[in-house]
């Protein structure tokens, strides 16, 4: 009786998460499929997952005629361009706000802390001005920059407190070595927070590439800029609409594919940085 | 500073260094988080089409603001949202989490999948969920059609409560995976030692749930509870993707209601939507604190 009841729990268990999986993955092998459809099937609707007759023609439109080849260049530079700024800028930071103490830096943490809870649409119309005064407007800097800004509050916190772990003792050695200020930065902290910059670098890339709202703003008047999200979606408003279903499928699947990939090689990071964050913070 | 930097020359040359260190951050920092913030509280006051202020208005636009009835209607959509999304997303993720911290075959493959869509963007599977619950060429109504649930096409995104649910599906396919983890994270920190004990006292897998895992995920609570407040706050990419608004103005939020102001190309009202901007910061923070406010105390005495 008892084994009886064990089992049929275990049968509700794995049919509940057997469901939960297909909920999570039908979406992104939906999308997947549904992009080499030719756009006649894709309209047509139904109940078919996979295509009638493969093609390809729908990624060479997008990448060709639909200008996708900019966009996803865009959101490479962009993305690659923010992790690395991010990284420094953090890197550097979050080591002098170890190594001080006092009101100064209590004031920035706490107002670091509260700048994370704006909601991003308050922020986004005196930025847009902010860029414009600074003359970034024309270019993809706008969106570096602004979008180092907004994940680095985050990544301060998270890189700090990571900071203030390691050994104290081997940076006094260092010291009496002969070694400075800057030199004990980058020859003995910077390579101890390896696990803690991977993590916020895939937390910086990830923020930047899947970012809609801000870019959304800074690219409204240079179609040129947008990256991959903003140029998959302006096509859902414009005229030919419904047309243009494969291409923004096509686009959709060329955004997801490469952090899908990333995921795939590093999710511990990601997980293990998600979980750290917000553990302490 | 440490002790060790002693030599006077030695320290002048490190204080260079610190500063020198410390402001890209705090450039950036003020550029693009602290003058945006008080930018918007100056405008608010003001009467501003983006170009030049054109006059001092006071609280007018505030007084504004109580009287407009979509604005109302948006945030109450951003609470509804908000409650709606933790009903959904937090007993499923951690329902979840137990399931998964049990002896349960390919457990690391199911809890890596479920986390998958935390990497992906609001906006692109926005777009995806757009195409699924499409009226009359989505598969999910050809699905139901195929094996005979419904007869005719529903049209999700124009009626307004279905659109929301809509919504509320996108949202919680993009973060129970996110809320799974943390809740995994806090009952591995739960000594096995209490499970064992309570195994010898006899106790079934209904009470070590219900009398142990339970109770002790108590300071888990809040940091999911306040990031579900946050998330539902900052919603956009979703609303905007899948129904921008609509029908009418019915599934506006927050964010959307103050960029559509802010953005408009029939001509925007700067002014007004910074005061919306302050608006929002106000509630968002109202929220938290009342939040904050409500468990605080129980947990002190926990």
Redesign the interface.
């Given at each position: 009786m008892k084994i009886l009841k064990y089992k049929i729990s275990k049968i509700f268990i794995y049919l509940f998460l057997s469901l939960l999986l297909i909920f999570t993955l039908f979406p992104l092998v939906y999308a997947f499929f549904g992009s080499f459809k030719s756009n006649l099937e894709f309209l047509a609707g139904g109940s078919n997952i996979f295509p009638e007759k493969w093609n390809i023609e729908n990624y060479i439109f997008a990448w060709r005629e639909a200008n996708f080849a900019r966009y996803t260049f865009n959101s490479v530079f962009i993305s690659v361009m923010t992790t690395v700024l991010t990284l420094i800028i953090a890197g550097m930071a979050s080591y002098v706000l170890v190594h001080i103490a006092g009101k100064m830096k209590g004031f920035l943490m706490a107002l670091m802390g509260m700048v994370m809870f704006v909601p991003n649409a308050v922020l986004i119309y005196p930025i847009f001005k902010m860029c414009k005064m600074l003359g970034l407007m024309g270019s993809l800097w706008s969106m570096v920059l602004t979008q180092t800004a907004s994940v680095l509050p985050f990544t301060v916190i998270l890189v700090t407190s990571y900071m203030s772990g390691v050994s104290k003792e081997i940076e006094e050695a260092a010291e009496i070595d002969g070694c400075g200020f800057f030199g004990i930065f980058l020859r003995i902290v910077m390579p101890l927070s390896k696990p803690i910059l991977a993590t916020s670098a895939l937390f910086a890339f990830k923020n930047a590439w899947n970012s809609y709202l801000l870019p959304l703003a800074l690219s409204i008047s240079k179609p040129e800029l947008r990256p991959l999200t903003v140029g998959v979606l302006a096509l859902k408003d414009v005229g030919e609409g419904i047309s243009s279903w494969n291409i923004m499928i096509a686009g959709s699947v060329i955004s997801i594919v490469p952090m899908v990939i990333l995921y795939i090689f590093m999710n511990r990071y990601f997980i293990e940085g998600m979980t750290s964050g917000s553990v302490k913070g | 500073?440490?002790t060790?930097?002693k030599n006077k020359k030695h320290r002048f040359?490190?204080k260079i260094?610190?500063a020198l260190?410390?402001a890209?951050?705090l450039a950036?920092?003020l550029?693009?988080?602290?003058?945006?913030?008080l930018?918007?509280v100056f405008?608010s006051f003001t009467k501003y089409n983006g170009v030049a202020v054109q006059s001092f208005v006071g609280f007018d636009n505030y007084k504004r603001m109580f009287h407009d009835t979509s604005w109302w209607k948006s945030v109450w959509n951003t609470l509804q949202f908000t409650v709606m999304g933790y009903v959904v997303q937090v007993p499923l993720s951690l329902?979840?989490a137990v399931?998964?911290n049990g002896k349960?075959?390919g457990r690391n493959f199911?809890?890596?999948?479920?986390?998958?869509?935390?990497?992906?963007?609001?906006?692109?599977?926005g777009?995806?969920?757009?195409?699924?619950f499409?009226s009359?060429?989505?598969?999910v109504?050809?699905?139901l059609?195929?094996v005979g649930l419904i007869e005719r096409p529903i049209e999700w995104l124009a009626n307004v409560t279905l659109a929301k649910w809509v919504i509320i599906l996108l949202n919680t396919?993009g973060q129970f995976?996110?809320f799974m983890?943390?809740f995994l994270?806090?009952i591995q920190r739960i000594p096995l030692e209490l499970y064992e004990s309570a195994v010898i006292d006899g106790a079934n897998t209904r009470q070590k749930f219900t009398r142990i895992t339970f109770p002790l995920l108590g300071s888990m609570f809040p940091?999911i509870t306040m990031?579900v407040i946050?998330n539902a706050?900052?919603l956009?990419?979703s609303v905007?993707?899948i129904t921008n608004g609509g029908p009418g103005n019915e599934t506006s939020v927050?964010?959307?209601h103050?960029?559509n102001y802010?953005?408009s190309t029939s001509g925007a009202q700067?002014g007004y939507?910074?005061a919306l901007?302050?608006g929002?910061?106000v509630i968002?923070?109202l929220v938290?604190a009342l939040y904050l406010g409500l468990t605080g105390k129980k947990f002190h005495d926990s």
């Open positions: - | 500073m440490r060790t930097y040359g490190c260094q610190i260190m410390l890209p951050l950036l920092f550029l693009f988080n602290v003058y945006p913030l930018c918007s405008y329902l979840t399931l998964l349960i075959r199911l809890r890596t999948t479920f986390f998958l869509p935390n990497v992906t963007s609001t906006a692109i599977i777009i995806i969920f757009y195409f699924m499409a009359y060429n989505g598969i109504n050809g699905l059609q195929s396919w995976g996110f983890v943390l994270a806090a940091v990031m946050l706050f900052q956009f990419d905007k993707v927050m964010a959307l103050i960029y802010f953005f700067q939507a910074s901007s302050v929002a910061t968002t923070a938290g």
